[in-house]
Protein backbone atom coordinates (compact mmCIF):
# COMPACT_ATOMS: atom_id res chain seq x y z
CA UNK A 1 0.00 0.00 0.00
CA UNK A 2 1.84 2.64 -1.13
CA UNK A 3 1.58 6.85 0.62
CA UNK A 4 0.62 5.82 4.05
CA UNK A 5 2.85 6.00 6.95
CA UNK A 6 2.63 2.64 8.21
CA UNK A 7 4.97 0.18 10.27
CA UNK A 8 4.25 -2.95 10.29
CA UNK A 9 5.59 -6.44 11.33
CA UNK A 10 4.37 -9.39 9.67
CA UNK A 11 4.79 -11.99 6.59
CA UNK A 12 3.79 -9.55 4.35
CA UNK A 13 5.17 -5.93 2.79
CA UNK A 14 5.82 -3.63 5.04
CA UNK A 15 5.55 0.15 3.84
CA UNK A 16 5.88 3.69 5.43
CA UNK A 17 6.25 6.53 2.79
CA UNK A 18 8.67 9.38 2.51
CA UNK A 19 8.88 10.93 5.91
CA UNK A 20 7.71 15.00 6.00
CA UNK A 21 11.11 17.04 5.84
CA UNK A 22 12.95 14.10 3.89
CA UNK A 23 14.49 14.55 0.20
CA UNK A 24 13.74 11.76 -2.13
CA UNK A 25 17.10 9.81 -2.94
CA UNK A 26 15.38 7.22 -4.96
CA UNK A 27 18.51 5.37 -5.26
CA UNK A 28 18.99 4.98 -1.60
CA UNK A 29 15.98 3.75 -1.13
CA UNK A 30 16.17 1.04 -3.95
CA UNK A 31 19.18 -0.05 -1.78
CA UNK A 32 17.54 -0.35 2.18
CA UNK A 33 14.59 -2.08 -0.13
CA UNK A 34 17.17 -4.86 -1.96
CA UNK A 35 17.60 -5.67 1.91
CA UNK A 36 15.09 -5.47 2.95
CA UNK A 37 14.11 -8.99 -0.01
CA UNK A 38 16.88 -10.29 0.76
CA UNK A 39 16.28 -10.39 4.61
CA UNK A 40 12.40 -11.59 4.14
CA UNK A 41 13.08 -13.66 1.76
CA UNK A 42 15.44 -15.26 4.14
CA UNK A 43 13.00 -14.66 7.45
CA UNK A 44 11.04 -16.99 5.36
CA UNK A 45 13.27 -19.61 4.76
CA UNK A 46 14.33 -19.39 8.50
CA UNK A 47 11.02 -19.94 9.51
CA UNK A 48 10.15 -22.90 7.56
CA UNK A 49 13.38 -24.72 9.06
CA UNK A 50 12.29 -24.14 12.62
CA UNK A 51 9.15 -25.46 11.92
CA UNK A 52 10.54 -28.17 11.05
CA UNK A 53 11.42 -29.27 14.71
CA UNK A 54 8.99 -26.78 16.56
CA UNK A 55 4.84 -26.17 16.14
CA UNK A 56 4.36 -22.80 14.16
CA UNK A 57 3.25 -21.67 17.78
CA UNK A 58 6.03 -22.37 19.34
CA UNK A 59 8.14 -20.64 16.42
CA UNK A 60 6.19 -17.51 16.54
CA UNK A 61 6.04 -17.66 20.67
CA UNK A 62 10.17 -17.84 20.66
CA UNK A 63 10.89 -15.46 17.67
CA UNK A 64 8.85 -12.86 19.79
CA UNK A 65 10.15 -13.61 23.17
CA UNK A 66 13.45 -13.25 21.57
CA UNK A 67 12.70 -10.17 19.87
CA UNK A 68 11.32 -8.10 22.88
CA UNK A 69 14.34 -9.36 25.25
CA UNK A 70 16.98 -7.63 22.09
CA UNK A 71 14.47 -4.42 22.23
CA UNK A 72 14.53 -4.61 25.78
CA UNK A 73 18.64 -4.74 25.37
CA UNK A 74 18.43 -1.66 23.38
CA UNK A 75 16.01 0.44 25.67
CA UNK A 76 18.46 -0.27 28.63
CA UNK A 77 21.71 0.44 26.27
CA UNK A 78 20.39 3.79 24.88
CA UNK A 79 18.50 6.41 26.41
CA UNK A 80 18.67 8.29 22.72
CA UNK A 81 16.00 5.12 22.15
CA UNK A 82 14.03 5.13 25.16
CA UNK A 83 13.42 9.25 24.86
CA UNK A 84 11.47 8.07 21.25
CA UNK A 85 9.06 5.64 23.52
CA UNK A 86 5.74 6.74 23.86
CA UNK A 87 2.17 5.06 23.97
CA UNK A 88 -0.14 7.26 23.58
CA UNK A 89 -3.16 5.57 22.22
CA UNK A 90 -2.62 2.22 24.12
CA UNK A 91 -6.30 0.92 22.67
CA UNK A 92 -4.69 1.58 19.26
CA UNK A 93 -1.79 -0.34 20.26
CA UNK A 94 -3.28 -3.10 21.91
CA UNK A 95 -5.35 -3.96 18.80
CA UNK A 96 -2.65 -3.35 16.16
CA UNK A 97 -1.16 -5.90 18.46
CA UNK A 98 -4.03 -8.57 18.54
CA UNK A 99 -3.93 -8.01 14.63
CA UNK A 100 -0.46 -8.54 14.11
CA UNK A 101 -0.33 -11.39 16.32
CA UNK A 102 -3.44 -13.10 14.51
CA UNK A 103 -1.53 -12.52 11.03
CA UNK A 104 1.90 -13.73 12.30
CA UNK A 105 0.25 -16.85 13.42
CA UNK A 106 -1.19 -17.56 10.57
CA UNK A 107 1.71 -16.91 8.48
CA UNK A 108 3.82 -18.67 10.27
CA UNK A 109 1.84 -21.91 9.76
CA UNK A 110 1.24 -20.86 6.32
CA UNK A 111 4.97 -20.99 5.82
CA UNK A 112 4.75 -24.49 7.82
CA UNK A 113 2.24 -26.03 5.79
CA UNK A 114 2.70 -24.66 2.43
CA UNK A 115 5.36 -24.57 -0.69
CA UNK A 116 6.91 -21.53 0.37
CA UNK A 117 6.22 -19.82 -3.35
CA UNK A 118 2.67 -20.16 -2.89
CA UNK A 119 2.93 -18.61 0.46
CA UNK A 120 4.55 -15.85 -0.58
CA UNK A 121 2.33 -15.21 -3.48
CA UNK A 122 -0.64 -14.91 -1.17
CA UNK A 123 1.24 -13.01 1.17
CA UNK A 124 1.08 -10.15 -1.97
CA UNK A 125 -2.34 -10.01 -1.20
CA UNK A 126 -2.24 -7.59 1.78
CA UNK A 127 -2.31 -4.57 -0.64
CA UNK A 128 -5.61 -5.56 -2.19
CA UNK A 129 -6.86 -6.35 0.79
CA UNK A 130 -5.64 -2.69 2.55
CA UNK A 131 -6.93 -0.99 -0.77
CA UNK A 132 -10.69 -2.58 -0.23
CA UNK A 133 -10.60 -1.37 3.53
CA UNK A 134 -9.31 1.92 3.41
CA UNK A 135 -12.54 2.73 1.47
CA UNK A 136 -14.56 1.49 4.25
CA UNK A 137 -12.66 2.96 7.33
CA UNK A 138 -10.77 6.01 5.62
CA UNK A 139 -13.46 6.80 2.98
CA UNK A 140 -11.17 6.61 0.36
CA UNK A 141 -12.69 6.66 -3.39
CA UNK A 142 -10.89 4.43 -5.79
CA UNK A 143 -11.93 4.52 -9.43
CA UNK A 144 -13.39 1.89 -11.81
CA UNK A 145 -9.54 0.71 -12.69
CA UNK A 146 -8.63 0.25 -8.78
CA UNK A 147 -11.86 -1.69 -8.76
CA UNK A 148 -10.88 -3.42 -11.84
CA UNK A 149 -7.31 -4.55 -10.31
CA UNK A 150 -9.14 -5.36 -7.59
CA UNK A 151 -11.13 -7.92 -8.63
CA UNK A 152 -8.66 -9.35 -10.85
CA UNK A 153 -6.62 -9.83 -7.51
CA UNK A 154 -9.21 -11.92 -5.98
CA UNK A 155 -9.74 -13.92 -9.37
CA UNK A 156 -5.78 -14.66 -8.96
CA UNK A 157 -6.66 -15.63 -5.33
CA UNK A 158 -9.18 -18.09 -6.88
CA UNK A 159 -7.27 -19.41 -9.37
CA UNK A 160 -4.33 -20.90 -6.23
CA UNK A 161 -7.74 -21.81 -4.48
CA UNK A 162 -8.72 -24.29 -6.40
CA UNK A 163 -10.14 -27.30 -6.28
CA UNK A 164 -8.00 -30.54 -5.57
CA UNK A 165 -5.57 -29.42 -2.65
CA UNK A 166 -7.09 -30.92 0.55
CA UNK A 167 -3.59 -31.55 2.10
CA UNK A 168 -2.76 -27.61 1.59
CA UNK A 169 -6.60 -26.32 2.25
CA UNK A 170 -5.78 -24.71 6.25
CA UNK A 171 -3.09 -23.24 4.95
CA UNK A 172 -3.81 -21.65 1.77
CA UNK A 173 -6.65 -20.08 4.12
CA UNK A 174 -4.43 -18.63 6.74
CA UNK A 175 -2.20 -17.67 4.44
CA UNK A 176 -5.68 -14.83 3.27
CA UNK A 177 -6.37 -14.57 6.95
CA UNK A 178 -2.76 -13.36 7.50
CA UNK A 179 -3.41 -10.89 4.52
CA UNK A 180 -6.50 -9.60 5.76
CA UNK A 181 -5.49 -9.34 9.63
CA UNK A 182 -2.03 -7.70 8.30
CA UNK A 183 -3.95 -5.61 5.83
CA UNK A 184 -6.48 -4.21 8.78
CA UNK A 185 -3.08 -3.90 11.01
CA UNK A 186 -1.92 -1.83 8.14
CA UNK A 187 -4.84 0.63 8.37
CA UNK A 188 -4.17 1.38 11.84
CA UNK A 189 -0.32 2.21 11.48
CA UNK A 190 -0.68 5.47 9.88
CA UNK A 191 -2.03 6.77 12.89
CA UNK A 192 0.24 4.78 15.48
CA UNK A 193 3.47 5.64 13.40
CA UNK A 194 2.72 9.76 13.13
CA UNK A 195 1.57 9.57 17.15
CA UNK A 196 4.52 7.55 18.65
CA UNK A 197 7.19 6.95 16.20
CA UNK A 198 7.77 3.60 14.59
CA UNK A 199 9.88 2.27 16.92
CA UNK A 200 7.06 2.53 19.83
CA UNK A 201 4.68 0.75 17.22
CA UNK A 202 7.43 -2.32 16.51
CA UNK A 203 7.99 -2.91 20.35
CA UNK A 204 4.00 -2.89 21.34
CA UNK A 205 3.33 -5.17 18.48
CA UNK A 206 6.16 -7.11 19.18
CA UNK A 207 5.16 -7.07 23.26
CA UNK A 208 1.86 -7.90 22.82
CA UNK A 209 2.57 -10.66 20.05
CA UNK A 210 4.84 -12.56 22.87
CA UNK A 211 2.19 -12.39 25.74
CA UNK A 212 -0.26 -13.75 23.44
CA UNK A 213 1.85 -16.17 21.70
CA UNK A 214 1.99 -17.62 25.32
CA UNK A 215 -1.63 -19.67 25.42
CA UNK A 216 -1.82 -20.49 22.10
CA UNK A 217 1.68 -21.88 22.43
CA UNK A 218 1.23 -23.76 25.38
CA UNK A 219 -0.06 -27.13 24.68
CA UNK A 220 2.93 -27.72 22.26
CA UNK A 221 5.42 -25.50 24.05
CA UNK A 222 8.68 -27.45 23.90
CA UNK A 223 12.28 -26.51 23.92
CA UNK A 224 14.57 -27.04 20.25
CA UNK A 225 16.57 -30.35 20.64
CA UNK A 226 18.53 -29.24 17.25
CA UNK A 227 21.32 -27.03 17.39
CA UNK A 228 20.21 -25.95 13.89
CA UNK A 229 17.06 -25.08 14.40
CA UNK A 230 18.52 -22.64 17.38
CA UNK A 231 20.27 -21.32 14.45
CA UNK A 232 17.55 -20.74 12.20
CA UNK A 233 15.27 -18.76 15.41
CA UNK A 234 18.20 -16.74 16.13
CA UNK A 235 18.33 -15.85 12.18
CA UNK A 236 14.57 -15.22 12.24
CA UNK A 237 14.92 -12.64 14.76
CA UNK A 238 18.33 -11.10 12.93
CA UNK A 239 16.31 -11.28 9.70
CA UNK A 240 12.95 -9.94 10.70
CA UNK A 241 14.65 -6.68 12.95
CA UNK A 242 16.49 -5.92 9.82
CA UNK A 243 14.12 -6.34 7.57
CA UNK A 244 11.90 -3.89 9.51
CA UNK A 245 15.01 -1.46 9.57
CA UNK A 246 15.13 -1.46 5.63
CA UNK A 247 11.25 -1.22 5.04
CA UNK A 248 11.59 2.21 7.39
CA UNK A 249 14.31 3.40 5.56
CA UNK A 250 13.51 2.57 1.67
CA UNK A 251 9.98 4.27 2.04
CA UNK A 252 11.76 7.44 3.88
CA UNK A 253 13.83 8.13 0.66
CA UNK A 254 11.53 6.68 -2.39
CA UNK A 255 8.03 6.65 -3.27
CA UNK A 256 6.29 3.44 -2.85
CA UNK A 257 5.06 2.52 -6.28
CA UNK A 258 9.10 2.75 -7.09
CA UNK A 259 9.80 0.45 -4.72
CA UNK A 260 6.60 -2.41 -5.12
CA UNK A 261 8.39 -4.06 -7.89
CA UNK A 262 11.54 -4.83 -6.15
CA UNK A 263 9.68 -6.49 -3.29
CA UNK A 264 8.34 -9.25 -6.09
CA UNK A 265 12.07 -10.40 -6.49
CA UNK A 266 11.08 -12.33 -2.70
CA UNK A 267 9.13 -14.61 -5.39
CA UNK A 268 12.34 -15.24 -7.09
CA UNK A 269 14.73 -15.50 -4.55
CA UNK A 270 11.94 -17.46 -1.86
CA UNK A 271 11.10 -19.61 -5.04
CA UNK A 272 14.76 -20.83 -5.92
CA UNK A 273 15.02 -21.78 -1.72
CA UNK A 274 12.05 -23.47 -2.43
CA UNK A 275 13.43 -26.01 -4.86
CA UNK A 276 16.73 -26.06 -3.75
CA UNK A 277 16.20 -26.87 -0.05
CA UNK A 278 12.27 -28.20 -0.10
CA UNK A 279 12.11 -29.68 -3.40
CA UNK A 280 9.13 -27.54 -4.23
CA UNK A 281 8.25 -26.64 -7.48
CA UNK A 282 5.73 -24.24 -8.70
CA UNK A 283 2.22 -25.68 -10.43
CA UNK A 284 0.82 -23.77 -13.80
CA UNK A 285 -2.57 -22.48 -12.21
CA UNK A 286 -0.29 -20.69 -8.98
CA UNK A 287 1.97 -19.78 -11.30
CA UNK A 288 -1.34 -17.64 -13.21
CA UNK A 289 -2.58 -16.91 -10.04
CA UNK A 290 0.59 -15.59 -9.12
CA UNK A 291 1.15 -13.27 -12.47
CA UNK A 292 -2.52 -11.69 -11.95
CA UNK A 293 -1.98 -10.66 -8.34
CA UNK A 294 1.39 -9.27 -9.11
CA UNK A 295 -0.25 -7.16 -11.87
CA UNK A 296 -2.92 -5.98 -9.61
CA UNK A 297 -0.99 -5.15 -7.25
CA UNK A 298 1.46 -3.08 -9.05
CA UNK A 299 -1.45 -2.01 -11.06
CA UNK A 300 -2.19 -0.41 -7.67
CA UNK A 301 0.93 1.54 -7.08
CA UNK A 302 0.86 3.17 -10.12
CA UNK A 303 -2.86 4.16 -9.60
CA UNK A 304 -2.15 5.51 -6.32
CA UNK A 305 1.02 6.97 -6.99
CA UNK A 306 -0.54 9.18 -10.42
CA UNK A 307 -3.90 10.21 -7.62
CA UNK A 308 -0.85 11.68 -5.55
CA UNK A 309 0.45 13.65 -8.09
CA UNK A 310 -2.49 14.51 -9.47
CA UNK A 311 -3.49 16.01 -6.17
CA UNK A 312 -0.19 17.44 -5.17
Known amino acids: MSNRNNFIIGPGPSPMPVSAGKSKDNWRGLKWMMLSVLSSSAMTIAARYASLELDSRVVVLMRGVMTVA?????????SHIRQKIRFSQP?????????????THFGFYTIATVPLATTTVLFFTAPIFATVLAVFIHKETIGPRRIGAICAGFAG?????????????????????SSLTFAMALTMSRN??????????????TAIMAVLSVPIAAPVFTLPDMTFTWFALAALVITGSVRGIADIEAYRYADAALLTPITYLRLVFIGT????????????????GASIIV???????QRERAQKNKDA
Request: hydrophobic residues 55%; aromatic residues 6%; without cysteine.
Open 273 to 288: AGYLFFSETIDGPTLV
Open 70 to 78: VLLALLAAS
Open 157 to 177: VLIILRPGVDAQEIGLITAIL
Open 295 to 301: ASTLYIA
Open 91 to 103: MAHIIRGVLITAS
Open 192 to 205: LANADGPMSTYLSS
